[in-house]
Nanobody, 124 residues
Framework: QVQLVESGGGSVQPGGSLRLSCAAPGSILSINDMGWYRQTSGKEREVVEAVTTSGVPEYGDAGIGRFTISRDDAKNTVDLQRNRLNPEGPAVYSC??????????????????WGQGTQVTVSS
């Protein structure tokens, strides 16, 4: 099963910075949206921030005003940056890439590729 490759998680001090990186293998073609999601214990996964092929960011409640997303289509990568972190419990951040499969009845069909997830904890 093809997965995205994530890096950059771990334990971070409050006030520090976090940068998560995600790379899609070259075997994944026609990538549309790419983004980052997070999940904490007992809660559903939620979108942090995503970005379209046109570079337009799409914010989730978890990401508004807190994260900066950047995308490199030449490398099929998407990074998430956050500065001045506040203390928070463990959260698993996952990367997603939506690959276009084609059209069915004029509707675009996509397949979502995910990474394994990387855990982030902000504590002293």
């Amino acid at each position: 099963q093809v997965q995205l490759v994530e890096s950059g998680g771990g334990s971070v001090q409050p006030g520090g910075s976090l940068r998560l990186s995600c790379a899609a293998p070259g075997s994944i073609l026609s990538i549309n949206d790419m983004g980052w999601y997070r999940q904490t214990s007992g809660k559903e996964r939620e979108v942090v921030e995503a970005v379209t092929t046109s570079g337009v960011p799409e914010y989730g409640d978890a990401g508004i005003g807190r994260f900066t997303i950047s995308r490199d289509d030449a490398k099929n990568t998407v990074d998430l940056q956050r500065n001045r972190l506040n203390p928070e419990g463990p959260a698993v951040y996952s990367c997603r890439a939506a690959a276009a499969l084609g059209y069915l009845d004029l509707s675009l069909c996509e397949y979502d590729y995910w990474g394994q997830g990387t855990q982030v904890t902000v504590s002293s």
